[in-house]
């Protein structure tokens, strides 16, 4: 989020402080865009991964500090809360074998947290939302115990005034009001970037909204929250209700804070972030020592910390970041897709939804008018609800457009369209079989890790009470998942 927190209280000159800080950051970043060269240079990618912590009753642990105290490696962090852990992988080139470097790293940085971890009698879980979790584990002892979430949680809570009420359909429907923020904690993603030159993002960042709703309807994960059977990704309900900063307005007289976006880029990256400072007020105000327009005018890079800082207050599910080491660039941070249940589930994840971006940026001209953005925000939410069942509003070269289709029609047809985006960015062409293969058999078997978990609840139900059959969800889960096993292939008994 750029800048190290360091309070969680703020008055209302820090307020009027930082708004100023933040236009002066946009001068900036204006200047830095128009230089010639700035951004250019091959594509590289990198990645994100979050985890949870349990015990050996495959409850929630809350020991991340502790954790993390045994590891020193600036490539492991705390998350939002207690029972969560993150680590950052190193940006590869994406020309070569980018997915078997990551892999390696993944694993390494993995089995670091688990060694860790079982020092302090705990196990680590690589799923979107782990099914043991109760009301209880998220409450307000679970955040972690650092200024930037206390920060930001008052900041919610300052802006929202009330509680939030959390309502999600599904087998269980759901309906539950909290304050708290810990909540958001019930989540963790995989998340991978995407290096792109600043002449090209706009039409990179259009085929990435287009090309996320069929990704995350392969790579469902997060189907049980609290004891309750809900969306295939219910991470994307969850995530977007907790950081809602609305209150009592009426829903649609500001806009979301956590989003699928609000239309089709137009020019570039800037004004990307020139809509998350015009829709949203600061959470955060916490200001640098750096005069970012001075330092742009001595022909040097700004770090642009405050811009930064409050972007990432801005939970968009693709969004733009910009970031000043290494002669600086912009890149997409791509935010939909889950943890779990394996490394190479993930890869494989994150290797299509690259790859379909990259596939479908020649097709703008003619994708963009045939698609009004509302239904590519429709497409985005029906795949986190159905998963492989959802049906999309595909569009289409004859009129009219869009068209109906569903996931199951549709994903067959974009695998081929991944694997030239992804060749043509110079992967590998074995590493691109493997990966899109893996995708192809789930396709096949019709097993996502939700479906997985959903079977698997069923089967132990037949026998257990539903606490005692979640926990047999997720001990039988930790078992096929810490195996390596890609999840089409794993049986329920």
């Known amino acids: 989020m750029g800048l190290h927190i360091q309070q ?6 820090d307020y009027e402080r930082f708004s100023e800080r933040l236009r002066t950051c946009l001068t900036a970043l204006r200047e830095v865009l128009a230089r010639p060269g700035f951004g250019e240079g091959p594509i590289s990618m990198g990645a994100e991964l979050e985890m949870f912590l349990v015990d050996d009753q495959a409850q929630p642990m809350f020991r991340n500090r502790e954790v993390l105290g045994r590891i020193d490696d600036p490539r492991v962090t705390l998350e939002l809360a207690r029972f969560n852990m993150e680590v950052n992988a190193r940006p590869v080139s994406f020309a070569g074998r980018p997915f078997a470097a990551l892999e390696r790293e993944l694993k390494s940085l993995i089995q670091r947290v688990r060694a860790s971890a079982a020092e302090e009698g705990a196990r680590v ?45 599904g087998e269980d429907a759901i309906s539950l009001q909290s304050q708290e923020l810990a909540l958001q904690g019930a989540n963790t993603s995989f998340q991978v970037h995407l290096r ?48 809602d900063d609305r209150g009592l307005l009426p829903l649609g007289w500001r806009a979301a804070r956590a989003s699928f976006g609000h239309g089709w880029v137009r020019q570039g990256p800037l004004e990307l972030f020139e809509e ?5 007020a600061p959470l955060l105000p916490v200001c640098s020592e750096e005069d970012s327009l001075a330092v742009t005018q001595r022909g040097e890079l700004p770090a642009l ?15 733009v970041v910009y970031d000043p080491s290494a002669g600086g660039h912009v890149r ?15 890869l494989a994840n994150g290797a299509f939804l690259l790859g379909l971006t990259l596939g479908l940026v020649q097709e703008m001209d003619w994708m963009l008018p045939a698609l009004p953005f509302p239904y590519a925000d429709y497409n985005f939410y029906r795949a986190a609800q159905h998963g492989l069942g959802a049906h999309f509003l595909w569009p289409s070269q004859e009129a009219p457009s869009p068209r109906p289709v569903s996931a199951e029609q549709l994903l067959p047809t974009l695998l081929p369209l991944a694997e ?6 110079g992967v590998d062409a074995e590493e ?36 005692e059959a979640l926990r047999a969800v997720v001990e039988r889960y930790l078992a096929l998942s810490d195996a390596g096993t890609p999840v089409h292939s794993w049986p329920v008994e």
């Open 8 to 13: 969680d209280t703020f008055f209302p000159a």
């Open 125 to 169: 879980v690589l799923i979107g939302i782990l099914p043991t979790l109760r009301a209880e584990h998220l409450q307000h002892d679970a955040l972690t115990d650092a200024e930037r979430y206390r920060a930001l949680d008052a900041g919610i809570r300052q802006l929202r005034g009330t509680p939030m009420t959390v309502r999600i359909d």
């Open 196 to 243: 792109v030159r600043p002449a090209d993002f706009g039409r990179v960042y259009n085929a990435a909204q287009i090309a996320t709703a069929p990704a995350l309807a392969l790579a469902g994960n997060s189907p049980l929250f609290v004891g309750h059977r809900l969306w295939e990704e219910t991470r994307i309900a969850l995530f977007k209700q907790t950081a």
């Open 276 to 280: 998350s400072v015009a829709l949203h």
């Open 305 to 319: 910390d405050e811009l930064r800082l409050h972007h990432g207050t801005v939970w968009t599910w693709n969004r």
């Open 332 to 346: 997409i941070e791509f935010r939909p897709l889950p943890a779990g249940p394996t490394v190479p589930d993930m």
């Open 420 to 425: 030239r985006g992804l060749r043509s960015a």
């Open 432 to 467: 691109v079989s493997a990966l899109l293969g893996l995708l192809a058999n789930r396709l096949e078997r019709r097993q996502t890790g939700a479906q997985w978990q959903r079977r698997a609840l069923a089967h132990f139900e037949k026998g257990k009470p539903r606490p």
